[in-house]
């Protein structure tokens, strides 16, 4: 089968489409023929080891010390099962399913198993299989809200709310009842609208941390919101939820505990499939959409990669592995998302 496969770390150029094993499903496994895959900022990190402050090291320690131990990228998938191990019994062959391989990549790839109890859902009738594959990553997100042990209501603001994790985030908190705040640049103000957000902050024009507003929780997807910067922007009791943060601001997490009544929570986000299942849930009941920011060829990857190293991605970059028409596969504009949003809320 095609994979693209990386050896070494650094900029997209690592990148190299090559002709590896087809893998095989074990006794408990499925073998789905991907349609669809993504490229996330996760990606951008294991690819070029940019990562937050104090994680170089770690990060090396686990994706591989010298090169990466896991060649192939890409953790979201959405494709049809194609085959079945012996002792599988909850999918059959052809179902259409949305998978989240989390840590272990391996989705940019026209062929990925998955175990039958892993992260794999059968997809809603009502996405295509790029808005499936596009679904995953977000699961992180409403974990981090559940992890936060505070129901999602009230005031929250969402740093970051254009982005991948963002522009799930903003849906989520609104469907769990929040009045929404999003912060981004002018450019996707009516963007951050068109998911729900009650109020959208132009961060080019106004400093959230300085406008007298208080949350009951502030989400933090840029690393720009550490608590040295926008505790005094929370409600006591109030909670901080870094989705990315350097290591000094987890480290400051218990300090903050212990001298206030307010908390900052991070961490990695676990693999749950009951979380793939309520996202499938709402998805189905037009509660919830990914947005899709561009679409790329899986020979286009590099350029896909090159685009999400910009740290500027609206939602999601989607790698389409279907055959489709020139213009199809072309890159489309987010503006036919606010369309697809209307019908949301
Ligand atoms: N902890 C976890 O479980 C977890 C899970 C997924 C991702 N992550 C991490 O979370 C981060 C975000 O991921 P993502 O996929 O959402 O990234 P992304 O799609 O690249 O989005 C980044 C967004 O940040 C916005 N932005 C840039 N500067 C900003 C500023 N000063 N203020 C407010 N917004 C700003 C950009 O919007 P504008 O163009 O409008 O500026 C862009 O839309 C990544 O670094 C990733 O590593 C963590």
Known sequence: MKAIVYTKYGPPDVLQLKEVEKPAPGGKEVLIRIHATTVTSADWRARSLAMPVGFGFIARLVLGVLRPRQSILGSELAGVIESVGEDVNKFKVGD???AFSGARMGCHAEYKCMPEDGAVVLKPANLTYDEAAAISLVEQQRWIFQKSKTSVRGKVLINGASGGVGTAAVQLARHFGANVTGVCSTANVELVRSLGANHVIDYTKEDFTENGEIYDIIVDTVGTAPFSRSGGSLKERGRLLLVLGGLPDILWMPWVSMTSSKKVIAGPAAERVEDLRFLAKLAEEGKFKPVI??????????????????????????ITLERRNKTETHAMSIFQGPNIFTQVF
């Open 96 to 98: 259409q399913v949305f």
């Open 293 to 318: 920011d561009r679409r790329y060829s899986f020979e286009q990857i590099a350029e896909a990669h090159s685009y999400v190293d910009t740290g500027r991605k609206k939602g999601n970059v989607v």
